[in-house]
């Protein structure tokens, strides 16, 4: 390692920006290869400078092996992300594709319920782990993260017929009936809404 500092010394060259400019020629390689849909060859590409230290790069390998299909591979580099990030909310975004793809659903819910932990406002993740309960049929802990859904954005579409469903389910019919006519405001004539307000009458 002296010697290799030495030479770059001797040429002029920085030893931490040719490691840097190594590290930026992989992704480089890495985002090539991806555009032409080879996850294997991008993922190669930054196998080459792997430093399992390096947030970037296991993040960047979590994505580019949930990809090609190697999930079990895809969860341990996301695995190192947030190890090396716990509050960084990416790599456990990025962690429940290969999660779910495995039907490894009990760890899907740990890692929203992280995510809600340092973003408790999460809408994205607040609506998909209301879905998660939903068809659990755990419909109180679902309606809560509708609930939560539905005050942050009043007027979208999926957070507002999910609240009227969960609501329906837990026999508040009246919500239920103002909410499926809410979703119409939305979604004339939208068979999901309108399946729930037959059911009601």
Known sequence: MKILILTFLMLGINPIFAQETTLQTAFEKSYISEK???FNEASKALMQVYNEKSYELNLRLGY???MAGAY???IIFYKKAIQLMPYAI???LGYVYPAAALNKWDDVILQYQAILKIDPKNSTVNYKLGVIYYNRKK???ANSLFEKVVN???FDYDGI???AWTNYRMGKLPQAKLLFKKVLLISPNDKS???GLALIK
Do not use: S
């Open 36 to 38: 032409i849909g080879n």
């Open 64 to 66: 580019l092996k949930y």
């Open 72 to 74: 079990n591979d895809a």
């Open 90 to 92: 990416e790599p456990r």
């Open 139 to 141: 419909y109180a802990q």
């Open 152 to 154: 942050l954005y009043p």
């Open 161 to 163: 017929l999910m609240y």
């Open 193 to 195: 809404a309108l399946e």
